[in-house]
């Protein structure tokens, strides 16, 4: 009894020493806690890492063997030329598919939101291409892009045009990727385009219509300023997810023909889990992290402007 009495004086003493204020920092810093341990289990000590391993030869079998080497893996990366071709497929890449994507995304959320029955239908469709496994779809157009049995092959052969390598092909492999990547990834920005476009207030339309304005001046002139934020935010995203290819090529060409498809993520996967070297590796990510964080801030600073 005599305990319980010391436990509930101890409580409000507690209690009574801590403000209003206090207490719910504490308790933001409590309720926090789990997510800032993650965020530094799986992001921040991750990166640190990298960082210090990219100064390392550190082979992955052999971890007790590390070795500080300075800037050799470094200076072995801007001696690698497969590193500048990777560097070249992955700009390559991210700047055909951002804007194709984003253009063909306020189209089709364009498209959907017509107040028509089939809009519905419409969404469904083109957003079923996102939920699905990128692993999948890259196996289902393998087979589609495929010489001898592809069905783009039969397409094609039905209005006379002869058999297209595609994946097999050094000019048609990275093409056939950013079509495919361009198909699979718009429903996702057509979502977010199409909540821009229900913020658009119906008078700004009903103004250009008194104005006598035609389709194609109300698209420039009311639907994409009031869509200046979200496109710019679509960029961004768009941008960072196509810097990070690498299921693509992993799965429909392995890198090839003759690295044709090879990117930073893929060179460094390689590097890393396939040929063990985390050091050589590490300095891949570190140099991929500035490139991408470079495309950012300057992306930023001209989507602000």
């Known amino acids: 009894m005599e305990w319980l009495l010391n436990k509930i004086q101890g409580e409000k003493t507690f209690r009574l020493s801590f403000t209003y204020q206090q207490q719910k920092k504490w308790l933001g810093l409590f309720f926090s806690l789990p997510a800032l341990v993650l965020l530094f289990t799986f992001l921040i000590l991750p990166v640190g890492l990298a960082f210090v391993y990219s100064f390392m030869e550190y082979n992955m079998l052999n971890p007790a063997g590390k070795t500080f080497t300075g800037l050799s893996n470094y200076a072995r990366l801007f001696q690698d030329a497969i590193f500048f071709t990777a560097l070249k497929n992955t700009l390559y890449f991210s700047v055909l598919v951002v ?33 699905t496994s990128m692993v999948v779809v890259a196996i ?66 009903e103004a250009a219509d008194i104005d006598g304005a035609n389709a194609w001046q109300k698209f420039m ?76 801030l300057i992306l930023k600073k001209v989507l602000n402007q």
């Open 99 to 131: 804007p194709l994507q984003c253009a063909v995304a306020l189209g089709l959320a364009i498209l959907v939101n017509k107040k028509v029955k089939t809009a519905v239908i419409g969404r469904v469709f083109f957003f079923s291409p996102v939920v």
């Open 140 to 205: 289902l157009w393998t087979f589609l892009y495929n010489v001898d049995s592809g069905l783009i092959n039969s397409g094609l052969n039905f209005f006379g045009i002869p058999d297209q390598p595609f994946l097999l092909s050094e000019g048609q492999a990275m093409n056939s990727i950013i079509f495919m990547s361009v198909w699979q990834g718009a429903g996702f920005q057509m979502m977010i385009f199409l909540a821009g476009l229900k913020d658009v207030p119906e008078t700004l339309y």
């Open 221 to 296: 002139n009311v639907t994409l300023p009031s869509l200046k934020n979200v496109t710019g935010f679509v960029l961004m995203i768009t941008t960072i997810q196509a810097f990070r290819l690498f299921i693509q090529p992993y799965v429909m060409t392995n890198g090839g023909p003759s690295d044709s498809t090879k990117t930073l993520v893929f060179m460094l996967y390689e590097n890393g889990f396939q040929f063990r070297d985390v050091g050589y590796s590490s300095a891949i990510a570190v140099v991929f992290f500035l490139v991408v964080l470079t495309v950012s």
